[in-house]
């Protein structure tokens, strides 16, 4: 399989960490999207909606979204729970992820730490909102759902942990610093790309 993807990408990133967790071998694609390389007509025709990541099976089937991706590689693994219910739950915090948390904590990251930009402050309340609950559901549990490891830490590891290239203070998150420490203990884990942006 080939993923096309941004190295510094945390979207990206959560597809990285999983097919290192799975020990699947895939072909990787670079795109710089800082140079607009998932907006030319040859990206477009394979993902109109021009972002990466996007994987392409061997059969040229091809799939967009990381938090789709990474529920399609894990089914059948032990990072997606069999129970019905946990299914679900996993499923609600990948969409916290993608409408509360990455729209605020990964822009926010993207204008401040790639563009060298600041940052609407309205977008980094938000972020800390998302914070906020994540702290509140950690800090009686381990990981987000059932007690182990799932795509759903994975979902919301990958902006969680760079957060701080945004300027997103964590001390007031205790539980959020100690989840991140026991997902980075994870086997198979490896780390995000690291890239200087120009000033
Ligand atoms: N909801 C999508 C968001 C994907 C996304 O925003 N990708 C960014 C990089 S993190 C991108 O490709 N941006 C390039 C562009 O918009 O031109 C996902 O989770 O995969």
Do not use: C
């Not at 099976?57 to 069999?82: H, K, M, N, Q, V």
């Not at 790639?114 to 990981?143: C, I, T």
């Not at 994975?154 to 959020?176: K, Q, S």
Request: net charge neutral.
């Amino acid at each position: 399989m080939t993923l096309y993807d941004f190295l510094p990408s945390g979207n990206g990133y959560k597809v990285r960490l999983l097919l290192s967790q799975l020990g699947i071998p895939f072909t990787l694609v670079e795109k710089d999207i800082t140079k607009g390389e998932t907006r030319t007509a040859e990206f477009l025709a394979m993902n109109p909606n021009g972002r990466i990541p996007l994987l392409v099976l061997d059969d040229g089937r091809r799939l967009a979204e990381s938090d789709a991706i990474i529920y399609y590689l894990a089914e059948g693994t032990p990072f997606l729970p069999r129970d019905r219910f946990a299914r679900g739950e996993v499923l609600q915090w990948m969409f916290f992820e993608q409408y509360s948390h990455e729209p605020y904590i990964a822009v926010v990251r993207r204008i401040v730490h790639m563009e060298r930009r600041a940052a609407d402050p309205d977008k980094v309340e938000r972020g800390y909102q998302a914070l906020g609950v994540m702290e509140g559901h950690l800090a009686a549990r381990r990981f987000f759902v059932e007690e182990r490891y799932t795509i759903a830490d994975i979902a919301l590891y990958a902006y969680t942990h760079v957060a701080h290239e945004g300027g997103f203070d964590l001390a007031r998150y205790p539980a959020v610093r100690a989840w991140l420490a026991r997902v980075a203990e994870q086997p198979g884990h490896v780390p995000i790309a690291q890239r200087e942006f120009a000033r």
